[in-house]
């Protein structure tokens, strides 16, 4: 069983800084992508930063020279720090991974999991 757990969503002031990280655990052989989307109320879930194993970065551009996505190859986790935050970045941000995991049956499965979600509000 693999489970993402996510951390460090909160209430911040327009123009301040949050740090979300998102761990992974269970019976992982190897994690591809790791990645953080976003999904504020009445909208559909969008990707806000993603970060392969090699290293390659992609952004949405509404992030871009704010947010920094981080891994930790051996701590099976993926932050994300937001500097300068808008109010419009308030959503529930979920931490996603595409990886390699071992199923009961003792075979190894490739597939994308999702975090619980954590709430980010930026106040104006």
């Known amino acids: 069983q693999v489970q993402l757990v996510e951390s460090g969503g909160g209430l911040v002031q327009a123009g301040g800084s949050l740090r979300l990280s998102c761990t992974a655990s269970?019976?992982?052989?190897?994690?591809?992508?790791m990645g953080w989307y976003r999904q504020a109320p009445g909208k559909q879930r969008e990707l806000v930063a993603s970060?392969?194993?090699?290293?390659?970065?992609n952004y949405a551009d509404s992030v871009k020279g704010r947010f920094t996505i981080s891994r930790d190859n051996a701590k099976n986790t993926v932050s994300l720090q937001m500097n300068n935050l808008k109010p419009e970045d308030t959503a529930v941000y979920y931490c996603?991974?595409?990886?390699?995991?071992?199923?009961?049956?003792?075979?190894?499965?490739?597939?994308?999991?999702w975090g619980q979600g954590t709430q980010v509000t930026v106040s104006s």
């Open positions: 996603k991974a595409g990886l390699w995991a071992r199923m009961n049956s003792g075979s190894y499965v490739s597939n994308d999991y």
């Open positions: 970060l392969t194993s090699g290293g390659s970065t």
């Open positions: 269970g019976s992982i052989l190897s994690i591809n992508n």
